[in-house]
């Protein structure tokens, strides 16, 4: 038999009867205010934010055994074995225009999806498409139609206000539980260098964002959007501890706009190459500055070059924000489309000069096969011109990938795609991209020409 002591039941007793009455007296107002809760700004803001479920497949790489003729011989079956495999994700995504049917996730949530299922808050399946992708941010826009649907989306707010210190709730689908809301505050602003993506600026924020956050919201306590969850430093990746970043809601806006317009984000070129001001070479410059951008080279007949930079130019500022670094720098021209205007500070000699240069299309040299079609991952597409002319060749292919298991390799001359001639990247994007299910390469390998069929 289990005995407590009368002392000890007393006590036990009198805590709960002190903790029942407690809460039960707690008032729903003091000092005629109500007690603060986030909860009227989470229930307008969570039916904007919806769970993301792929389908999709990937390519299996073959053992080597299997291309060795005596193996298949004695061990027949193995040939038979699904060359690709079934994988599935689960992700977050957020509504920003409830007319349209838009919605902003990541591109590793939807990155090979051939099936994408939009789970909204009141349980609500739809089936959304993909309007358009940039892997080099890691944004996305799905388009859902919804008929006579009514769906909620929310303001941005202006991420160029926030202040180390404002508190942050993020709201997601993490783990795939379910629509989450953790709250915290924003860690640190302006964060680069991560290698997470081409481009960075990352808000910082310690509101717990776990695997399934991605895509999902950052909002203030006004339940503005301030930014899109998007990944997590944490100890094998699997787990928060309590370091988590979001894509600024202003980068991802100038971003959006050109996804909805074009289906992919047209980057122009300043046509510069640069590197951080340190405090040797500010005093090497005879300059008071700790932070800047020093133009080490510029290339001919760029857009710099014609707006009268020179190498050993300091950049101070760009449309009136300070540069701080290379890589703001470098986000701040990757965000502009082409034939934007740049107002360019720059300090030479110890004269402070104001320059204006207009950006001007990338010119592209090469291409990842898997940007252009999945059927040609693994392979490094490059555009050459030699005496005027222009041509395409495969620069490389990774050993067990789509395009080496497509029977692509390294130094074919691309001739032609589906019998069209083609000789800029360019001319391959279009043709790739008006291909359904199979992709007919005319190639020269060698002295010897052959087709290739890619299906």
Same mark, same amino acid.
């Given at each position: 038999?289990?005995?407590?002591?009368?002392?000890?039941?007393?006590?036990?007793?009198?805590?709960?009867?002190?903790?029942?009455?407690?809460? !039960?007296?707690?008032?729903? =107002?003091?000092?005629?205010?109500?007690?603060?809760?986030?909860?009227?700004?989470?229930?307008?803001?969570?039916?904007?934010?919806?769970?993301?479920?792929?389908?999709?497949?990937?390519?299996?790489?073959?053992?080597?055994?299997?291309?060795?003729?005596?193996?298949?011989?004695?061990?027949?079956?193995?040939?038979?074995?699904?060359?690709?495999?079934?994988?599935?994700?689960?992700?977050?995504?957020?509504?920003?225009?409830?007319?349209?049917?838009?919605?902003?996730?990541?591109?590793?949530?939807?990155?090979?999806?051939?099936?994408?299922?939009?789970?909204?808050?009141?349980?609500?399946?739809?089936?959304?498409?993909?309007?358009?992708?940039?892997?080099?941010?890691?944004?996305?826009?799905?388009?859902?139609?919804?008929?006579?649907?009514?769906?909620?989306?929310?303001?941005?707010?202006?991420?160029?206000?926030?202040?180390? /210190?404002?508190?942050?709730?993020?709201?997601?689908?993490?783990?795939?539980?379910?629509?989450?809301?953790?709250?915290?505050?924003?860690? !640190?602003? /302006?964060?680069?260098?991560?290698?997470?993506?081409?481009?960075?600026?990352?808000?910082?924020?310690? !509101?717990?964002?776990?695997?399934?956050?991605?895509?999902?919201?950052?909002?203030?306590?006004?339940?503005?959007?301030?930014?899109?969850?998007?990944?997590?430093?944490?100890?094998?990746?699997?787990?928060?501890?309590?370091?988590?970043?979001?894509?600024?809601?202003?980068?991802?806006?100038?971003?959006?706009?050109?996804?909805?317009? =074009?289906? *992919?984000?047209?980057?122009?070129?300043?046509?510069?190459?640069?590197?951080?001001?340190?405090?040797?070479?500010?005093?090497?410059?005879?300059?008071?500055?700790?932070?800047? @951008?020093?133009?080490?080279?510029?290339?001919?007949?760029?857009?710099?070059?014609?707006?009268?930079?020179?190498?050993?130019?300091?950049?101070?500022?760009?449309?009136?924000?300070?540069?701080?670094?290379?890589?703001?720098?470098?986000?701040?021209? /990757?965000?502009?489309? @082409?034939? !934007?205007?740049?107002?360019?500070?720059?300090?030479?000699?110890?004269?402070?000069?104001?320059?204006?240069?207009?950006?001007?299309? *990338?010119? *592209?040299?090469?291409?990842?096969?898997?940007?252009?079609?999945?059927?040609?991952?693994?392979?490094?597409?490059?555009?050459?011109?030699?005496?005027?002319? %222009?041509?395409?060749?495969?620069? %490389?292919?990774?050993?067990?990938?789509?395009?080496?298991? /497509?029977?692509?390799?390294?130094?074919?001359?691309?001739?032609?795609?589906?019998?069209?001639?083609?000789?800029?990247?360019?001319?391959?994007?279009?043709?790739?991209?008006?291909?359904?299910?199979?992709?007919?390469?005319?190639?020269?390998?060698?002295?010897?020409?052959?087709?290739?069929?890619?299906?």
């Amino acid at each position: 038999m289990f005995l407590v002591k009368p002392f000890l039941l007393s006590t036990v007793l009198l805590l709960a009867a002190f903790t029942s009455n407690t809460f !039960a007296a707690l008032p729903s =107002y003091v000092n005629g205010q109500p007690l603060p809760s986030l909860a009227p700004m989470i229930e307008k803001t969570r039916p904007a934010v919806v769970n993301i479920a792929t389908r999709g497949s990937v390519d299996v790489q073959n053992h080597p055994l299997l291309n060795d003729p005596l193996f298949r011989r004695f061990f027949k079956g193995f040939e038979n074995m699904p060359q690709r495999k079934e994988v599935k994700s689960l992700g977050s995504g957020v509504i920003i225009d409830a007319d349209a049917g838009y919605i902003v996730t990541n591109h590793h949530v939807i990155d090979g999806a051939d099936e994408i299922a939009i789970t909204l808050h009141d349980g609500q399946q739809l089936e959304a498409t993909i309007v358009g992708s940039d892997p080099e941010a890691d944004v996305a826009i799905l388009k859902v139609e919804h008929d006579k649907l009514k769906l909620t989306h929310i303001p941005f707010a202006d991420s160029s206000e926030l202040r180390v /210190g404002d508190f942050a709730v993020a709201i997601g689908n993490p783990f795939g539980l379910g629509q989450t809301v953790t709250s915290g505050i924003i860690s !640190a602003l /302006g964060r680069t260098g991560l290698g997470i993506e081409g481009y960075e600026d990352f808000i910082q924020t310690d !509101a717990s964002i776990n695997p399934g956050n991605s895509g999902g919201a950052l909002v203030n306590l006004r339940g503005e959007l301030i930014g899109i969850n998007t990944a997590i430093l944490a100890s094998g990746g699997t787990g928060n501890v309590g370091i988590g970043f979001a894509i600024p809601i202003n980068m991802v806006r100038e971003l959006t706009s050109q996804l909805i317009e =074009y289906g *992919e984000v047209r980057r122009g070129m300043l046509g510069v190459i640069m590197q951080n001001l340190t405090p040797e070479l500010a005093r090497a410059f005879g300059l008071d500055m700790h932070q800047g @951008v020093v133009i080490s080279q510029v290339v001919e007949d760029s857009a710099a070059s014609k707006a009268g930079l020179e190498a050993g130019d300091v950049i101070s500022d760009i449309n009136g924000v300070p540069v701080k670094s290379a890589s703001a720098m470098r986000n701040m021209v /990757g965000l502009m489309r @082409v034939g !934007a205007r740049m107002d360019i500070t720059v300090l030479r000699d110890g004269d402070k000069k104001k320059l204006v240069a207009y950006i001007e299309d *990338e010119i *592209e040299q090469s291409i990842p096969g898997e940007k252009l079609n999945p059927k040609l991952a693994g392979a490094i597409i490059e555009s050459h011109d030699e005496g005027g002319n %222009s041509f395409l060749v495969v620069a %490389s292919v990774s050993r067990g990938s789509a395009a080496w298991n /497509g029977r692509l390799r390294k130094g074919d001359l691309i001739l032609s795609v589906n019998r069209a001639p083609v000789k800029t990247l360019s001319d391959l994007r279009k043709m790739v991209k008006m291909s359904d299910k199979q992709i007919l390469f005319n190639v020269q390998r060698g002295q010897t020409a052959l087709f290739i069929l890619i299906q």
